[in-house]
């Protein structure tokens, strides 16, 4: 069973870079048809699809955050990263990493971590 866990810092200081990283267990980063994707949700905010990295290698990013969105992967260590630069208090939210498989049903989530902006 695939199992994906965040981690991270939870306090980062405006206008630094926002970096955290999600663990696989389960499947590899690899497979054929599997997508690494970072979400976020504001307080008292819905879900913010901010993009992906595709089991080829390739990154999509919504054009909310491709100016400052990095997501990355460590095949040997099974993991994919997002780095969000110059953060801001409006990027406080939980942050899910995410699994889109091409032909599922469902999606695979982690269960979120807290990330708070402030000074």
């Known amino acids: 069973q695939v199992q994906l866990q965040e981690s991270g810092s939870g306090l980062v200081k405006p206008s630094q870079t926002l970096s955290l990283t999600c663990t696989v267990s389960?499947?590899?980063?690899?497979?054929?048809?599997?997508?690494w994707t970072w979400i976020r949700q504001p307080p008292g905010k819905g879900l913010e699809w901010i993009g992906y990295?595709?089991?080829?290698?390739?990154?999509n990013y919504s054009p909310s955050f491709k100016m400052r969105a990095s997501v990355s992967r460590d095949t040997t260590n099974n993991q994919f990263s997002l780095q969000l630069s110059s953060a801001t208090p409006e990027d406080t939210a939980i942050y899910y990493c995410?699994?889109?498989?091409?032909?599922?049903?469902?999606?695979?989530w982690g269960q979120g971590t807290q990330v708070t902006v402030s000074s």
């Open positions: 995410n699994l889109r498989v091409l032909g599922s049903r469902n999606d695979y």
């Open positions: 990295m595709s089991y080829s290698g390739n990154t």
């Open positions: 389960g499947a590899s980063i690899t497979t054929n048809y599997h997508y």
